[in-house]
């Protein structure tokens, strides 16, 4: 995933939760557990300087945008692909999110 942010201009992070589950299906039973999980992913993410999460599982997606609670914008690789390859319509991706990625997107010259 680092190789492929990296081909397409994003500047990966290290952190220590990087390759952590969200806690994935768990969301289904145990919600409480998957809202730590992803509490920590998400805010050991912004400790260390990322300003976005990229996931390359829909669920991880969705876990990390919905149980979170600092808002770090949350991409499926694919989305990067389509604003570094400039797709066309790919501004309607982003009405999509339950985190909008648009003011990220914006700051970085890229919408």
């Not at 039973?29 to 976005?52: H, L, P």
């Not at 599982?57 to 690789?77: I, K, T």
Request: net charge neutral.
């Amino acid at each position: 995933m680092d190789r492929l942010m990296k081909s397409l201009g994003a500047q990966p992070v290290e952190w220590s939760y990087k390759v952590d589950c969200c806690g994935a299906d768990l969301a289904l039973t145990y919600g409480d557990v998957v809202k730590k999980m992803v509490g920590r992913i998400v805010q050991r993410a912004k400790e260390a300087g990322a300003q976005c999460l990229v996931t390359s599982c829909g669920l991880c997606q969705a876990n990390m945008e919905m149980r979170q609670e600092v808002g770090l914008p949350v991409f499926y690789f694919t989305e990067l692909m389509g604003v570094a390859f400039d797709v066309e319509k790919r501004d309607q991706w982003w009405k999509k999110h339950m985190i909008s990625p648009k003011p990220l997107l914006e700051s970085m010259g890229l919408v």
